[in-house]
């Protein structure tokens, strides 16, 4: 079985780690391929996960977008046709492989945990044949885009799957220079090219103006938003964010991903997200594991007490079983 990953951004080579590891568990071929945007080829390297880079981000305009969705799922389907034949294409969120797998009649599956990014899931939904996604999504919010009768539900989070393995280096506290004496806040910024995220996060703004110089590392998406974050410890390429978290005092992120891993790896977490909230994050929410950020002042600067948390870890192999469904 020759089966084919596509990853275009930071977390979903989080995510597609260890189902490519279960695929190459089961005796399939995988071949990577990898759009140049975020930190994704420098996690890819850090992982040591083959690649191919293919096409890069085109910007946070409709017509940009648009025009990039067109070249690089041409370019995805020349090294397809070069490359195949293959027998399933995979995705998180990549609408490109799965333009790519139906101009060349290739079986594929998507995943996300987002909900209301209503372009990527009206492509993607359509034109894949599994539909893998958080059972917290109702399935009436997906139907619009396509999904019904497609619809492949998980439990829990996704990143409850990936970071099953995980267990945190604290290496990474030396490598940026950390004082474990100090309180250390974590920042991730927002997702500035987002379509569902395309104004001002003025959250955001007021948590940078409270936390410049103190022990806060902030991870920026794009090159573009470092000129913003002098003040602060951010790091010249991709580290092992995961342990950062772990050891963390506090993460706020106005994305998404970050804010589950906090969950997930049971340290306090705020979001400053101002987009429409998706249904994994209103449940933990609800659920007090996830707090939203109205003040900047709420954030307390001080050491976590404590002992640790007991972490749910699943199995990444469901995860692989419902992406492979389509071949049953």
């Not at 305009?61 to 995805?76: E, M, P």
């Amino acid at each position: 079985m020759r089966i084919w990953v596509d990853l275009t951004n930071s977390p979903h080579v989080l995510v597609m780690r260890p189902v490519i590891d279960v695929l190459r568990a089961r005796g399939a071929e995988v071949r990577v391929t990898a759009r140049d945007f975020a930190q994704t080829v420098q996690l890819c390297e850090r992982f040591g996960m083959e690649h191919e880079v293919i096409g890069r981000h085109r910007g946070g305009r409709v017509a940009a977008k648009a025009l990039g969705l067109a070249q690089r799922s041409a370019a995805l389907t020349r090294w397809a046709r070069r490359q195949g034949p293959f027998d399933l294409a995979l995705g998180h969120g990549s609408n490109d492989v799965t333009v790519a797998a139906r101009l060349l009649r290739i079986p594929s599956s998507t995943m996300f945990d987002y909900e209301w990014a209503k372009v990527q899931h009206t492509v993607n939904c359509r034109l894949a044949r599994a539909v893998v996604v958080p059972e917290a999504i109702p399935p009436e919010r997906l139907g619009r885009y396509g999904a019904s009768g497609k619809l492949r539900r998980y439990p829990g989070l996704k990143e409850e799957y990936y970071l099953a393995d995980f267990e945190p280096d604290p290496a990474v506290l030396d490598e940026l220079g950390l004082d474990r004496e100090q309180p250390l806040v974590v920042v991730r910024t927002p997702p500035a090219v987002s379509l569902y995220h395309r104004f001002e996060n003025d959250v955001f703004a007021q948590v940078l103006a409270r936390l410049r110089g103190t022990q806060t590392v902030v991870l920026p998406r794009i090159p573009e938003q470092r000129a913003q974050l002098d003040g602060f410890i951010v790091p010249e390429r991709a580290i092992d964010a995961q342990s950062l978290i772990a050891y963390a005092d506090v993460v706020v992120s106005a994305g998404g991903t970050m804010n589950r891993e906090a969950v997930a790896l049971g340290t306090p977490v705020w979001t400053t997200f101002e987009g429409r909230m998706g249904a994994v994050d209103e449940r933990l929410i609800a659920e007090g594991r996830l707090r939203r950020l109205q003040d900047a002042g709420e954030i307390e600067l001080r050491k976590r007490e404590g002992g640790e948390i007991a972490r749910v870890r699943r199995d990444p192999g469901e995860l692989v079983d419902l992406l492979t469904s389509p071949l049953r």
